[in-house]
């Protein structure tokens, strides 16, 4: 925000530790402590002066890449993949 570039980001949010659950599934183990709530993310980047795009369905997905990528300035795609999207 402090430059005002033109930069979207596309956070994958499948609520969880990635890195940790992939970890213990490869070691063969059951996936333990690693559920998250997390925040909504594109109202955080509103609320800090970004364009801020929320997905929680596969229909939204295209529209909401093409707000964010038209946008002059700072964006963000929250992309719920606990829904299935991706």
């Known amino acids: 925000m402090r430059y005002d ?3 979207t980001v596309v956070l ?3 609520g969880e530790l990635g890195k940790i659950s992939k970890e213990q599934r490869a070691g063969h ?3 333990w402590q ?3 709530v997390n925040p909504d993310f594109a109202a955080f980047a509103g609320l800090c002066g970004a364009l801020g795009v929320s997905v929680a369905t596969r229909v939204d997905l295209d529209r909401a890449l093409a707000q964010a990528l ?11 993949t606990d829904v299935g999207l991706v």
Not at 70 to 79: I, M, Y
């Open 70 to 80: 038209a946008h002059r300035g700072p964006a963000l795609v929250h992309v719920h």
């Open 5 to 7: 570039m033109d930069i």
């Open 12 to 14: 994958l949010d499948n």
């Open 29 to 31: 183990f059951d996936v």
């Open 34 to 36: 690693t559920a998250l």
